[in-house]
């Protein structure tokens, strides 16, 4: 059972236009909501993250939006750069089962200069 | 620079050989977790630790096991290995309880990419 879903799994882009992933989750005790960008070779690293008492958290070209009704959040990279070319996962955690994270599918962004 | 090192990059393993996989951390992190990533599966939780000599299964435990005997040190091992647990093996750790900040997030190594023949 996914309690992640992640769209699209992957995803063209030009340069300096708008990249959007979109998650979806079920269950409702997550508290804590990351995102996490993969280059070719490396482990996933921590790139943003917010909690469902927020609705919107924005660090430089990235931004997420959270609905908590709609159980939903996605990431936004603005202006996006070759540079930005790399698979983007979501993810949920429980505090309350050891810092467990639950990840989505994972996207696979490519900007094209 | 905080670390999380995997022995391996690569590894070529024979049908049903014992297999194993470590993981090291420097952070003095509690919390140590076994990822395995597959296209379109994004990253499935294998194993994870929350301190020395403790484990819980994950979410896809079946044909693994783990080992913590060092706070540092989180082995995988898989018992006989098979076609379908071909694929890369990341591990990770985090603070634990003592952090919890908004960037607190995991430290993931470079991964192991297994293939099993």
């Known amino acids: 059972q996914q309690q992640v879903k992640q769209s699209p799994q992957s995803l063209i882009v030009q340069k300096g236009g708008i990249s959007i992933i979109n998650c979806a989750y079920e269950?409702?005790?997550?508290?804590?909501f990351p995102w996490y960008q993969q280059f070719p070779g490396k482990g996933p690293a921590l790139l943003i993250a917010i909690r469902p008492d927020v609705s919107e958290k924005k660090e430089g070209r990235f931004t997420i939006s959270f609905n908590k009704s709609a159980k939903q959040f996605s990431l936004h990279i603005m202006d996006s750069q070759p540079g930005d070319s790399a698979t983007y996962f979501c993810?949920?955690?429980?505090?309350?089962?050891?810092?467990?994270?639950?990840f989505g599918g994972g996207t696979r962004v490519l900007v094209k200069p | 620079d905080v670390k999380v090192t995997q022995s391996s990059r690569y590894l070529v393993k024979r049908t049903g050989e014992k297999v194993f996989l470590e993981c090291v951390q420097d952070?003095?992190?509690?919390?140590m977790f076994w990822y395995r990533q597959d296209p379109g599966l994004g990253l499935r939780l294998i194993y994870f630790?929350?301190?020395?000599?403790?484990?819980e299964k994950g979410d896809i435990p079946e044909g693994y096991s783990v080992s913590r005997e060092k706070k540092e040190r989180f082995s995988l091992i898989l018992e006989s290995a098979s076609t379908n647990q071909t694929s890369m093996y990341l591990c990770?750790?985090?603070?634990?309880?003592?952090?919890?900040?908004?960037?607190?997030?995991?430290?993931f190594g470079s991964g192991t990419r297994l293939t099993v023949v």
């Open positions: 990770a750790s985090i603070l634990g309880p003592r952090g919890d900040g908004l960037n607190y997030g995991y430290t």
């Open positions: 630790s929350y301190d020395v000599k403790m484990k």
């Open positions: 269950n409702t005790a997550f508290d804590y």
């Open positions: 993810a949920a955690r429980l505090k309350a089962a050891g810092n467990k994270l639950t």
């Open positions: 952070m003095d992190h509690e919390n």
